[in-house]
């Protein structure tokens, strides 16, 4: 497969063409961002690790029945991966008060929920990243009804499927936010990533941080967070 032209580059990632226009190489960056690019540094090595865990977890799903991008790990940093449309929307499963919910909603960060919460957002970093709900989608044609159907069965099956191969390296899955893209006959396909970028992972004995709100709160320790993740789930 030959590497050819960039396509994109976002925050955290690089798209480039190959000689196959269904698919194309994705290269992960250290750059890391919060509040909007507002903050912005750098993890050491975080590449390596939401590649290659991203990549572990989609091959789970798949299992499971979850369609995905992931087609082929490259090398420590690159992956090929089905083309997708992204649908622009932030597709945001939650177990336990975190974050925005918690700022929103007044309730302490750690209270666990009585059944788990979808959230959608409308991806676009000018807005903020809005909260919106699917009738928003549907009249501005972000998603068809399908398509969301589709999105809200998918995104209830991931919650399932990690919070079990999280729990086995004990730790709690407290949030995560994922996002969908249309292969070009318009199948619709788990996209992007999962990693400690786009989830909350608490150790489940402490509670003790592992993901990227050590970057995004100053608390510090997140290059040894993400190392500690990747072990505990690749080994
Ligand atoms: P929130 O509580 O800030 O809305 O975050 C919910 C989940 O979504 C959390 O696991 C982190 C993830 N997330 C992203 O992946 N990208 C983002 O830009 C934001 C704000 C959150
Ligand atoms: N998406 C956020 C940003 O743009 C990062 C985050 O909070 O995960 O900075």
Redesign the pocket.
Known sequence: MQKKEQLYEGKAKKVYATDEPDLVIVSYKDDAT???GAKKGTIRDKGIVNNRLSNALMQKLEQEGVPTHFVQQLSDRETLVKKVDIIPL?V?V?NVA??????RMGVEEGTPFKQPIL?F?YKNDELH?PFINHYYALALGLATQEEIDAITAYAFKVNEVLKAVLLQANIRL????LEFGRLADGTVVLADEISP????FWDATTGAHL???LF?RDLGGEEDAYQEVMRRLLG
């Open positions: 919060a509040g909007d932030e945001i939650r975190a974050g925005h919910f918690s700022l959230e957002s990243d407290i949030d995560f936010k970028d786009t989830c909350r993901d990227k709100d995004r």
